[in-house]
């Protein structure tokens, strides 16, 4: 059956980007290993000045962020001294582990005058990864299967899925899949996992009778496979996997211990998560932290 139908709602990441929020949602935290989900864009009107599009440094601990871009181009440096550019269709992974420091600017007009849209994810990691070193890889579109049949584009960006692998490196069972479908196609979601969803990014589809629209998120019971109709051109953004318990999450922190988060709130604080040596002029300070009212109040945004 359908579990839940999540609505995305508005983030602001800067005073010039704002994104459409899927995940954390307060009634259903993950799906799977995925305990965040961004959509940027689509943005047209590309600022006179790209740079104020611009995220500057910020830390992430115990999860890995995957960015995944439809249009545009943005530039990704972190602490370990990587610089890399990130182009529509690669998938580009960073395991943040123990500890690591990212900065996303828009350096090159000519690169987002087709416009920018993004999907970001983070997918939080087993309590033996934690702690693991910090990593980043770049996978090229060349090193990501790609599957079409009558009405049916998909790429694998990770994980694994209808008979489709490819060697991004997760830590846990998972499925991660852009999706096209021309109208009137046909389509199920994943079997084998215990939780799994979709992100309608752009289109519509039918299900069980229902009409879904983007901006929704379907997330379905193990052992479900329902029908996926596109009632338009329509392009998804699969996911789900295995849940690996519990995490607590605040600000850019993810930990399956909520004593971890307040470390690294103190390890940002005094300078113990190295900025990117390339991109180490300003950064993003650790938000205040206001007297909550009973019941408690949300943490800070999250930053992508």
Same mark, same amino acid.
């Given at each position: 059956?359908? !579990? @839940? ?7 602001? @990441?800067?005073? #010039? ?20 989900? !961004? ?24 999860? #890995?962020?995957? #960015? ?12 370990? &001294? ?14 943040? $582990? ?13 690169? %987002? /005058?087709? &416009?920018?849209?993004?999907?970001? /994810? ?21 090193? %990501? ?17 209808? $008979? ?27 079997? $084998?996992? #215990? ?7 752009? &289109? ?6 229902? /009409? ?17 109709i596109a009632k338009d051109n329509t392009t998804l953004m699969m996911l789900g996997g295995e849940p690996l318990g519990e995490r607590f999450i605040w600000w850019n922190f993810v930990s399956s211990r ?20 390339? !991109?180490?002029? !300003?950064?993003i300070p650790l938000p205040e932290e206001k007297t909550r009212p009973a019941g408690g109040a949300p943490p800070p945004e999250p930053l992508s």
């Open positions: 059956m359908l !579990d @839940i139908v999540i609505e995305a709602r508005q983030a602001a @990441i800067n005073e #010039s980007m704002t994104v459409k929020r899927i995940l954390p949602f307060r009634l259903r935290r993950m799906v799977g290993p995925f305990i965040f989900m !961004d959509h940027a864009g689509p943005v047209a009107n590309i600022p006179a000045n790209p740079s104020s599009l611009d995220v500057l440094p910020h830390p992430h601990i115990g999860l #890995s962020t995957v #960015s995944y871009l439809f249009g545009g181009q943005v530039t990704h440096r972190d602490s370990l &001294g990587v610089e890399q550019i990130i182009r529509p269709g690669e998938v580009n992974w960073m395991t943040a $582990g123990s500890g690591i420091a990212h900065s996303e600017r828009f350096e090159d007009p000519a690169a %987002l /005058t087709g &416009g920018l849209e993004m999907i970001q /994810t983070w997918v939080a990691l087993p309590e033996k990864d934690e702690e693991a070193a910090p990593s980043f890889k770049n996978y090229t579109t060349g090193e %990501l299967p790609v599957f079409t049949e009558k009405g049916i584009w998909m790429r694998l960006i990770a994980g694994d899925a209808y $008979g489709l692998k490819n060697g991004v490196q997760a830590h846990s069972p998972m499925f991660y899949l852009h999706v096209v479908l021309t109208r009137g196609a046909r389509f199920g979601v994943p079997a $084998g996992y #215990s939780e799994r969803g979709f992100y309608i990014v752009k &289109g519509s589809v039918e299900v069980s009778g229902h /009409t879904y629209q983007q901006g929704q998120m379907l997330v379905f019971s193990k052992g479900v496979d329902p029908v996926i909520k004593e971890r988060i307040e470390q690294a709130k103190e390890d940002w604080k005094q300078g113990r998560i190295v900025l990117p040596p390339n !991109d180490d002029h !300003d950064f």
